[in-house]
């Protein structure tokens, strides 16, 4: 079954104002508007929480900004456990078609502290800025920043309020990670790292051991089966109507979805190939199987197995898009449980 949002909660359908003030020029029922002035409303329907956790979920949470000028911050896990060893890093970036979303979403939270505890990993979970107002490439920017950031106090020999950091965490062993847009930015960060050089060195000491890309959120002009035939329910975490709209409200001004940061397989993209041969990271794609991105998804794989990339996927039966941070029925939280255990296993072989 597909995920689906709270029946409380407002249904995720793309709707346009039609009224002759024009007020409203785009909208994702429940989740956005934007009005004809500019103006851009998020509705909360995702409650947002502090970064304290309970004492028995053996995890420990700080909020960091990491750039003042931009507002760009994160929010860290670390499993109480393993304080004495140094673990390796997960730079997270949450989904919400790079329109909404935050770190502090409840949904976010206590599923990222689950993975840092089970996964024995620490957790670097980045508020990127959010589209329209910052359109596309702001997140994947605010993604390179983070990992300066990171940089910075790999090598930084004055402690601080962040020296706990440079004792706990293992520098040498860095994951790319992300859901749905998130999932789309972990890749694009990389995909900078592996066509430039340059990033690479400007990025030393940190070293990066591989991308885990869960539901990645791709588009195209041409409709893929699972577009057209996959029944999603009236709220859906994500159906055709509102993925088209994030795409419309996150893309640069005249762009279609076959621009190469929706569609990394359109016809003339050299990138996907460049960065494979340049910076060859293990990837790890977690699919939905009644996921609208299910076909884009294989799609992704399979242009990676052509470069010879070390690329494996995982297929979680019976759920749909967003499932792990979305619904609690029995399938997903099982569903839930088998993606942590996936992503443990190839953190721990890659650290």
Not at 8 to 30: F, R, T, W, Y
Not at 99 to 119: I, M, N, Q
């Amino acid at each position: 079954m597909a995920a689906t949002i709270d029946p409380s909660l407002s249904g995720l359908e793309m709707h346009k104002n039609l009224n002759p003030q024009g007020a409203v020029i785009d909208e994702i029922e429940g989740l956005i508007r934007v009005y004809k002035d500019g103006r851009v409303e998020r509705l909360p329907i995702v409650p947002s929480v502090t970064c304290a956790l309970a004492p028995d979920m053996g995890v420990t949470s700080r909020d960091i900004v990491l750039d003042k000028f931009t507002n760009i911050w994160a929010r860290f896990y670390v499993p109480i456990l393993c304080q004495s060893t140094k673990l390796p890093l997960v730079v997270y970036f949450h989904g919400g078609g790079f329109c909404v979303g935050s770190a502090a979403w409840s949904c976010y939270h206590e599923f990222l502290a689950t993975l840092a505890k089970k996964a024995g990993c620490i957790i670097m979970s980045v508020n990127y800025r959010l589209a329209p107002e910052n359109p596309l490439p702001a997140a994947y920017e605010d993604g390179f920043t983070s990992l300066m950031w990171l940089k910075q106090q790999a090598t930084s020999s004055c402690g601080g309020s962040v020296d706990w950091l440079s004792r706990q965490c293992n520098f040498s062993s860095i994951f790319l990670a992300g859901d749905s847009a998130g999932a789309n930015i972990a890749h694009n960060v990389a995909l900078r790292l592996g066509n430039s050089n340059n990033k690479v060195a400007t990025l030393k000491p940190l070293t990066f051991k591989g991308t885990i890309l869960i539901q990645p959120f791709f588009g195209g002009e041409a409709r893929t089966n699972s577009e057209k035939y996959l029944a999603q329910p009236p709220r859906s975490a994500l159906s055709l109507a509102a993925s088209d709209t994030y795409w419309r409200l996150a893309l640069p001004r005249g762009s279609n979805r076959d621009h190469p940061w929706s569609n990394p397989m359109s016809k003339g993209s050299t990138e996907l190939e460049q960065y494979c041969g340049l910076l060859p990271l293990p990837t790890l794609v977690c699919i939905s199987e009644m996921d609208i991105l299910k076909d884009r998804n294989l799609e992704f794989c399979s242009a990676l197995g052509r470069t010879d990339k070390r690329v494996e996927h995982v297929m979680y039966k019976g759920v749909g898009h967003a499932f792990q941070i979305l619904s609690k029925s029995q399938l997903s939280l099982t569903r839930t449980h088998e993606m942590v255990v996936h992503i443990k296993a190839f953190i721990t072989t890659r650290s």
